[in-house]
């Protein structure tokens, strides 16, 4: 693996695991798609530093977990603005 993509999977694991970023969040602020986010956090992390690949999963569980609030949160946003 060439050496920027380990050090970019490193810096999105790290962020992640320190803000409680989200995957979109995370590609935002990296400014790469969802999808690289996901295969560094969820493959390349694993092969360059296993207790990082543990934090980060745990972090990314947990934003799983609660998507549907979020979602939820979202929608009724959305619609109170329209009213107004």
């Known amino acids: 693996m060439k050496l920027y993509i ?3 999977a490193l810096e999105i694991a ?3 695991i320190e803000n409680k970023a989200t995957v979109r969040q995370a590609a935002k602020h ?3 798609s969802k999808s690289t986010v996901h295969k ?3 493959e390349r992390i694993i092969n ?3 207790a ?5 999963r745990k972090v990314l569980d ?5 998507r549907h609030i979020r979602g939820g949160m979202a929608t009724k ?3 109170l603005h329209m009213k107004s």
């Open 52 to 56: 990082l690949a543990v934090s980060v």
């Open 14 to 16: 790290t962020y992640i």
């Open 77 to 79: 946003e959305k619609y």
């Open 40 to 42: 560094d956090c969820s």
């Open 30 to 32: 990296f400014g790469v």
């Open 6 to 8: 380990e050090e970019r």
């Open 62 to 66: 947990i934003n799983k977990s609660e």
């Open 48 to 50: 360059i530093n296993p």
